[in-house]
Every structure is written in C-alpha cells, then in structure tokens.
C-alpha cells in the first residue's frame, strides 16, 4: 500500500506505477537522504516537536538502515516510487510508529530539495581535485619545455614562435578558472532548502538554522516557494562543467593533430593510445577523441535541464524528477575524463625536434622582421608592407627570411643590416616575447610559479 494512499479508492496502475518511480536513480541519494533525515530527526527532538525517546529512536533506525544500504542488505522497492518513500517505509518496518512522526514538519519536496542539492555541492571538491591535478601535470611538463619552440596559431596557420610551455600554460589558466567557477558556484548553492516544506513552510515551531548548520550550509534558504522548486544550482554546476568539457575538447582536438603524421609533435603512451582492428600500423589518439565526443553529451545533460526547467510554474512539479540523470551524468562523465585524460598528457612524449622544424617553415619571423624594420625608425604600417614583399619573394624561390641575402633583403629597405640574422633566428624571436604573459622563459616562469601558488591555495 501506498504511504500516500488515504484518498484513493484504487490501486496504481502498473503501468503508472513504473512511469512515476525514479528509485532506480535518486537511489544514489541515500546517504544524503539519511544524513537530512538525522538532522530533522534530531531538531524535532530538540525543538520539542517529537518526544526525544522517538528521536532517539529515529536516529538508530536511519543508521542501521544506512548500514544496511551500504553492505549491500537493502532491495529497494519501485513500489515506494523514489528513495524518499522507500527508506520512510524501511524505518517504520524497523521502528514501528516513531517512523511515521519523522515526516512530521517535512515534505518530500523538500527532502528532494536537499538531498540533491547536498549531492551535487559535495561533489565539487572532487572536481576540483581532478582539476588541480591536471594543472599540476602541466606545469611539470611545461617546466620542461620552456625553451622548446613551437609555431603558435591562428586560423590553424603558423603564426608567430611561441614555447610549448607557453601552449600548455593558456590551459593551466582556463582550468583555473574553472577551478574558481565551480567555487563560486559551490559558495553560492551552499543555502539550505529543508523545513521549506511542500511549497509553504509549517506551522511547527522548526529551528531552520539549526538544521542548516547541522548539514553544513551557512543559511536556510529564504523563500519556501524558491526553496523547494529551483533548480538553478544544478544548472550552474552543469554550466561550468560544459565549459570545462568544452576546454578539454579544444585540448583533445589538439592532442589529436599533435599525434597525426602530419604534426608529430607529441606520441602517446602506448598505454593511453588504441589500435586498429585491421591497419597494423595505427596507434590512435582514442582518450582524446572520446573526450572530445563526451563534451557533447554534457552539454546535451545543460541543455536537458534548462528545457525541463523553462516555463515551470512554482512551486515543484513531477517533471522536476527529470533534474537528476542528466546531473547524475555530467557529474560522472566529468569525473571520468579529468584523471584519464591527466594521465594521458603526463605519460607523452613530446617531440621538440618536430616543432622546431615545424617552426622553421612558415615565416613565424615575419611580425620580427617586421619589427625589426620598425625599431630602426620605419613606421610599423610600412615595415609590415616591406616584410610581405620578402614574403613573396620567398615564396617564389623556395626559401625562408632568413636565407635572403643581405642584397636581397635591401631591394625592400636599405635599413637592413647584418645584425637582421640574429633578430630573425626563432629562438631570439620567442626570447624577446617578454611583455607579460608572453612565451619568454622569464614570464613563462612566472606563470608556471603562478599557477603552482595557485594549485597549493585551491587544495581542498
Ligand atoms: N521523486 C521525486 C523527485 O525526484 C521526489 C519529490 C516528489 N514530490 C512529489 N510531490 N511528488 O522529484
């Protein structure tokens, strides 16, 4: 029989009564939905609200059932629709009649409200965690590779000299700020939605600080309607995730060039690449790849969420139970990606012979060649033009800037002298990048020390 079953005069049907649980998901919540149970257990009792003997009572129930759950004793039942329900009707089972008084003061609502909430805000450490780790690699293998020049990009085309710890380092800064982003959002989710009750508060004398507290938030929620019936905090957690995926994604896709023929600026480990089933000869970058399409399905889990949530009226509705599998998975998928993909870059090698040749070809010295016209007094507008010509002329006869001949480079601008060969040699290039935040050893230094100040303040 139905907890709620007072008013109906017929059993549910079958049919309905599959399509309405959502235990064989929200089952994840158990230790959240006990955890909230013990504390409104135990503020009943001090409020006075039950006697402290059925508190007491209460509370050995919810720990032995969570021992039960744990060690793998506990079948729950679609019958009692959603872990809420099933874990109540497990406690009366035990407890007889000081079972039915902890509902006393409390809806389902809110406990959903809760325990969801507490779900997703513990599992931010997590993330951040992983996300450290990462940045840690990163900066192990950028100290490395600070003198290591490779061509940097726009539009895929080679630009200007940059050092792979300089390429590495843009990530440690956008996973930092994600670090921050799911901080911020885990200050801000941190307010507690229980004794909102159905939609409406209570006429019990609750303590909802108390409760507040006891569960770790630093305030109960302010408005019952808004308490039990948004959804926002999720939304922000999957927020920030999309963009962490979405920056794990432009990495990925970046590993996979590095590893093509093509490139060949890094090789995977054998331990994190994959082989074909009929050309002997691959070795693929699948780690990558499968992040990359896995970035899809988070935003797929966003937007799944935000579709759900538009145009509901408050306070909660049923198609709110729809919140936590897209949660569920975004949370999993994010937590399954940082750690391999962590390993994944921990564990390459990289090939500083191939950028280095990649870097020679492309005129990535041109904006210096420009430069250097400019700090002998041509303005930068004609220095660039002049530069072009050179380029063309290259072009035409198969060689770089710096194989022009002192003549060949004068029928542009008598202001070349010998001295133009060592400002066009790519380690002097990239050396002379030493604005802030440039590819210069001195700032790449200093972004490394940055992010591993950063990395030790973050540790949770
Ligand atoms: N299983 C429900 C959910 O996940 C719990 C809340 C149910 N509340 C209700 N009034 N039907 O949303």
């Not at 090939?351 to 005129?363: P, Q, S």
């Not at 802030?436 to 949770?460: C, D, K, M, W």
Request: charged share 25%; net charge negative; aromatic share 8%.
């Amino acid at each position: 029989m139905k907890l709620w079953s007072g008013r109906f005069r017929k059993e549910t049907d079958a049919l309905v009564n599959d399509f309405n649980a959502s235990i064989h998901f929200d089952q994840r919540l158990y230790k959240e939905d006990i955890t909230g149970s013990l504390a409104h257990a135990k503020m009943l009792g001090d409020c006075g609200i039950i006697s402290a003997q059925d508190a007491a009572a209460i509370q050995n129930g919810l720990l032995s059932i969570l021992e039960d759950i744990e060690s793998g004793k506990v079948e729950f039942s679609a019958d009692n629709e959603d872990i809420h329900l099933n874990i109540e009707a497990l406690l009366t089972a035990r407890i007889g009649d000081a079972g039915k008084r902890l509902h006393t003061a409390r809806s389902r609502n809110d406990q959903v409200a809760l325990d969801f909430r507490m779900y997703v805000r513990d599992q931010i450490p997590t993330l951040i965690r992983q996300l450290l780790g990462l940045e840690s690699v990163l900066c192990r293998q950028a100290k490395q590779y600070q003198s290591a020049v490779m061509p940097g990009y726009t539009h895929l085309q080679r630009a200007q000299p940059i050092s792979f710890a300089h390429h590495l380092m843009a990530y440690a800064q956008m996973f930092s700020r994600d670090v921050t982003r799911l901080e911020d959002c885990k200050k801000r989710m941190n307010e507690c939605p229980l004794g909102c009750g159905a939609l409406a508060g209570t006429t019990y004398p609750i303590d909802r600080k108390a409760t507040a507290s006891a569960l770790g938030f630093y305030a109960p929620m302010s408005n019952t309607l808004d308490g039990v019936s948004d959804r926002d905090y999720a939304l922000e957690l999957m927020g920030a995730l999309s963009i962490l995926m979405m920056h794990l994604s432009r990495f990925s896709e970046e590993v996979i060039l590095w590893c093509s023929w093509e490139f060949k600026f890094i090789e995977l480990d054998d331990a994190y690449a994959t082989g074909s089933s009929i050309m002997p000869q691959k070795k693929n970058p699948d780690v990558a790849e499968l992040v990359r399409g896995k970035t899809g399905r988070v935003y797929g889990d966003l937007m799944s969420l935000l579709t759900t949530m538009k145009a509901l009226p408050l306070a909660y509705n049923k198609d709110m139970q729809e919140d936590k599998e897209p949660v569920f998975d975004a949370i999993d998928t994010v937590t399954q990606c940082l750690p391999v993909f962590t390993a994944m870059l921990d564990t390459m090698t990289v090939r500083t012979d191939h950028m280095r040749k990649a870097a020679a070809l492309g005129f990535i010295n041109a904006t210096d060649c420009a430069d250097y016209l400019t700090k002998k007094g041509m303005p930068f507008r004609d220095a660039y033009t002049a530069t072009g010509h050179l380029v063309a002329l290259c072009t035409t006869q198969g060689k770089t800037l710096e194989e022009l001949t002192l003549a060949e480079l004068q029928t542009v601008s008598p202001l070349f002298s010998e001295d133009v060969y060592e400002a066009l040699k790519l380690e002097n290039c990239m050396a002379l990048r030493d604005s802030f935040g440039g590819p210069a050893l001195r700032e790449t230094s200093r972004q490394i020390e940055a992010v591993e100040a950063f990395i030790q303040a973050h540790a949770n």
